[in-house]
């Protein structure tokens, strides 16, 4: 419900704080004293356009908050929580419109778009009035309001559900069908693909195991141009080149040759005899690792041809070489699906069928409970119409099938409320038939019986007694306490019949201060409603007679 209504400067109201309870809330005043001003202030909280000179003159700006607290399964917390906000017990729309017409408008402190704005306040209250009705006067609800009515919720569930499942049936059948279709024109370049990739057989972790044996490979032939190296200089396969070891002998030969006694060139006759143990030895060595670590240049052949192989079946299918093997298994599921599609199709086509023959019986279930609380309802509408002084008029509940393509979740009927004011008129939707008074008093109507299953927590009629006086007006006042039992119902009244019914009763009046003429709203207590009360039913001059005349009516069960 509406908890809380802060304004600043907006038009002739400087500064205001109201605070609302359940029940029927009147507000009455003079014609001019500003209670349009006070909707009109309120509307700008609920996103409504922000008229020219809406600004108290000589103000930069003006603000309104209005502060709710819904039930906590109210539909405002899901569309709070749908664009990511944080839900607290109270929701608050405020605006702030400058002097020059641009505004800012926030949800509890949150700067948001006065869209979302809107749609917070269509979902928080509904109003009805003379020029502006919303919520009945909009088709779109009409069929949840009749099923609220007619305590349809567990088959309005029934089919969602239905519609969910055929609709997730359709959705794998034509999945299905678009996998094959595309399977059935890749054919050809399926089997030639996985032929080639079957024929090279990838292997999980292959490449790296290939690219360390290829390192392996090309490390050990380099291994073996180094060794060849080596015994190359200690061997030279030139004649002309002196080897090392030729060297040594020849020199220990021309000491041998020494004419005796020779013994000062036995010590380098033995290390030159060393040095050729030593360089014999070394020859042995190295061709013993020669023969042992050669080269194998077969078997780097075998590994780069096979690397290089799965590298351009990488490249060709723009994948990791890692990926390969997963290619082959998602490309062999194709091909597998393709072959196997046409059973799975059907079976999946009888799904999607039998899923919509029970939409079908769910939805013509609907509509037949429809049709009956329809009636119903054509006939609880049509009990209260004459003390409202609309005894001619006549709701028609028009329930019509909808095309196959207008198929949804709550059904297959279009649900609209028709009224005819007179004999022989032909009904019409309720916005374009009825004038605004008697549009005001057909939603009170349609209000009164609807309660039950309104979503909108709060409900403003904005002189909906416009016109009528009387027993009519009694009639309007009492409807309107009885909708206060379920919602929260504010209303704009000239009536004293109706002012009488409110739990809460504020005046609207204006003064002038400093020269400004400004627009105040003031709680009544008991007292102070029945000297109002008189002065709506005796004018300028309250009476006695008039103050007995509105002691009667607080005082009316």
């Known amino acids: 419900m509406l908890a809380t209504l802060a304004i600043r400067d907006v038009v002739l109201i400087e500064r205001l704080d109201l605070a609302f309870g359940p029940g029927l809330t009147v507000l009455t005043g003079e014609t001019g004293a500003g209670k349009s001003i006070l909707l009109d202030a309120l509307g700008l909280a609920l996103g409504n356009r922000a008229e020219q000179g809406i600004v108290r003159s000589g103000q930069a700006q003006a603000s309104v908050a209005a502060g709710f607290a819904p039930p906590r399964a109210h539909p405002a917390f899901a569309l709070l929580a749908e664009h990511g906000m944080a839900t607290e017990e109270e929701i608050v729309l405020r605006r702030v419109v400058q002097a020059d017409g641009r505004s800012r408008a926030f949800v509890n402190d949150e700067p948001v778009g006065v869209a979302l704005l809107k749609r917070l306040g269509a979902l928080l209250i509904e109003v009805q009035g003379q020029h502006d009705q919303v919520g009945l006067a909009d088709p779109t609800t009409h069929a949840g309001l009749l099923d609220a009515f007619g305590g349809l919720e567990p088959s309005r569930a029934a089919v969602a559900a239905a519609w969910s499942q055929w609709r997730g049936a359709e959705r794998a059948l034509a999945e299905a069908e678009a996998a094959i279709a595309a399977a059935q024109r890749d054919e050809d370049w399926l089997r030639h693909t996985i032929g080639e990739l079957v024929e090279l057989a990838p292997k999980?972790?292959?490449?790296?195991?290939?690219?360390?044996?290829?390192?392996?490979?090309?490390?050990?032939?380099?291994?073996?141009?180094?060794?060849?190296?080596?015994?190359?200089?200690?061997?030279?396969?030139?004649?002309?080149?002196?080897?090392?070891?030729?060297?040594?002998?020849?020199?220990?030969?021309?000491?041998?040759?020494?004419?005796?006694?020779?013994?000062?060139?036995?010590?380098?006759?033995?290390?030159?005899?060393?040095?050729?143990?030593?360089?014999?030895?070394?020859?042995?060595?190295?061709?013993?690792?020669?023969?042992?670590?050669?080269?194998?240049?077969?078997?780097?052949?075998?590994?780069?041809?096979?690397?290089?192989?799965?590298?351009?079946?990488?490249?060709?299918?723009?994948?990791?070489?890692?990926?390969?093997?997963?290619?082959?298994?998602?490309?062999?599921?194709?091909?597998?699906?393709?072959?196997?599609?046409?059973?799975?199709?059907?079976?999946?086509?009888?799904?999607?069928?039998?899923?919509?023959?029970?939409y079908l019986a769910a939805a013509a279930a609907l509509s037949a409970a429809r049709r009956a609380s329809a009636e119903k309802l054509e006939r609880a509408v049509a009990r209260e119409l004459p003390p409202l002084k609309l005894d001619r008029a006549r709701l028609v509940m028009d329930i019509a099938a909808r095309e196959e393509a207008q198929w949804g979740s709550d059904g297959q009927d279009r649900v609209a409320f028709l009224v005819a004011t007179n004999p022989g008129q032909t009904p019409g939707p309720l916005a374009k038939i009825a004038s605004g008074g008697e549009l005001s008093r057909l939603m009170l109507a349609l209000k009164v019986v609807l309660a039950r299953g309104s979503p909108v927590p709060t409900l403003i009629f904005d002189e909906v007694d416009a016109g009528i006086g009387g027993a009519t007006a009694a009639a309007v006042g009492e409807r309107l306490a009885r909708v206060a039992e379920r919602l929260q119902v504010l209303v704009v009244t000239h009536s004293p019949q109706v002012a009488a019914r409110g739990a809460a009763h504020f005046q609207v009046a204006k003064s002038v201060r400093a020269g400004r003429a400004e627009t105040r709203v003031i709680p009544l207590p008991e007292s102070a409603r029945r000297e109002e009360i008189a002065r709506m039913l005796a004018g300028e001059i309250v009476t006695d007679a008039a103050r007995a005349a509105a002691e009667s009516l607080l005082a009316a069960p």
């Open 204 to 358: 999980d972790g292959e490449e790296a195991e290939l690219a360390t044996d290829r390192q392996r490979l090309q490390q050990g032939e380099r291994r073996a141009e180094a060794i060849a190296s080596a015994l190359a200089e200690l061997t030279p396969k030139d004649r002309r080149s002196a080897s090392p070891a030729r060297a040594l002998r020849e020199a220990a030969r021309a000491l041998e040759r020494l004419p005796p006694p020779n013994e000062e060139a036995q010590p380098a006759l033995l290390a030159l005899n060393t040095a050729q143990e030593a360089m014999a030895e070394a020859e042995s060595a190295l061709s013993r690792l020669m023969a042992e670590a050669g080269p194998d240049p077969k078997r780097l052949e075998q590994v780069e041809e096979r690397l290089f192989a799965l590298r351009a079946a990488a490249r060709k299918h723009q994948i990791p070489v890692i990926e390969l093997p997963a290619l082959l298994g998602s490309l062999q599921d194709r091909l597998a699906s393709l072959d196997a599609g046409t059973g799975r199709v059907a079976e999946l086509a009888r799904a999607a069928t039998a899923a919509r023959v029970a």
